[in-house]
């Protein structure tokens, strides 16, 4: 009896031990490796960047552009996957309005490994992203690169459309629109919107605009309200119908007043740039317009657009924005997205986007935070024959207003003009 009990005792003492060389082997290994509850917002960069090697991470993105798809696909992605481990897939889109509807309908399924991880917005599609919780979270302050190079609290930076971005979405470039025309037809290009009302009466048949919810064609629409109502400040403010219902009337008489010399009597409208674009390149129309400044010269280089095209701003000027990237709530690799993201804003990938070989597009960095070989290699770009210098654009930029205006403008135009 006094054995079995010694014998006992000494199995219990030993179970006892293994058990806690168990549990303390465990405490070590949860002391070494991050908890798998732990999101990349409380991670350290170092954790990130670890995690988000070997990766794939998609970007849905407008793909409207060859030069934008090119930047993308063969400076980029390359560059990307040699330093960091991580690959880049552009997923080419019409419309961001379809990829956020995309989120919705997978947030209301309770999808949690959604497809999307990088998102290209700005305006009335991140104040549904974002009204919506559609987006990861505050990411701003975990990017090296945006900590390092971009001014975050700037009111063009920190306020999209009107809306707080909070840290959830990063600006990516800045762009202002302008009006692009061939030369070889237009000698003297308007200067306001009344002038190019004047213009398209006398040449019909040789202007149009992309049918909003486009974004440029929504952007044009804009420019006639601000112009034909007195101005954009009023817009600035939140949403007023009364004002809008006010304002917005000259709007539409003008739009209506110039639809039967549009291209082809304003009875069809083409549904995105790229189309309106194509028109001009075959010279069906002598007009094109859009967000970036040095796309005519590119258009010129590649040989799309002729040779004399050249680029326009109105003299009450014309919209300018920032836009951004964002990563989705159920990204399945939002360690991989973030390092993506950095690696845009970082001085290499941005100079080079501003280099109109590849883009041409302004950048989100404050130059003065930039090493002074970094601003040479800046000041050394030529952005091309038809890109207005840097001094006329900022001279004739206006904000964008609120995003529920835009939302507003683009429902109303469907009722208001493109009833017929």
Known sequence: MILRKIFTSVILSVLVALMAGCTSQGQDQEKSQPSEQ?????????????????????LYMWGGSDSINRYIDEWVAPRLKEQSGVTLKRVPVNDTKDVINQL?????AGKTNGSV??????????KIAKENQLLFGSIAPKLPNVQDYVAMGAPDLQYDFGIDTEGMEVPWG????????????????????????????????KFTYPAPPDFTGSAFLR????????????????????IMDEKS???????????PDLWRKGETYPE?????????SQGEVWMTMGYDAARASNEIKKGTFPESTRTFVLDKGTLANAHYLSISFNSAQPDAAMVAINYLLSPEAQIAKFDPRHWGEDMVLEPSKLSTEEQQQINSIDRGVATLPAEALAKHKIPEIHAD??????????????KD
């Open 38 to 58: 732990t999101t990349p917002l409380e991670k350290s960069w170092e954790e990130i960047s670890s995690t988000a090697k070997g990766k794939t991470v998609s």
């Open 104 to 108: 919705l309908t997978e947030k209301k």
């Open 117 to 126: 991880d990088i998102i290209w917005l700005n305006g009335e599609n991140f």
């Open 174 to 205: 800045k762009a202002q629109y302008v009006f692009i025309y061939d030369s070889k037809h237009v000698a003297e290009p308007p200067k306001t919107i009344d002038e190019l009302k004047d213009w398209i009466k006398q040449n019909p048949g």
């Open 223 to 242: 420019h006639v309200l601000f112009e034909t109502s007195g101005g954009y400040e009023d817009f600035l403010k939140p949403f007023d119908q009364q």
């Open 249 to 259: 009337q000259a709007a539409w008489a003008y739009l209506n007043e110039i639809k």
């Open 272 to 280: 995105s740039l790229a189309k309106l674009d194509l028109l001009y």
């Open 405 to 418: 205006y835009v939302d507003y403008l683009e429902k109303e135009w469907k009722t208001n003009v493109a």
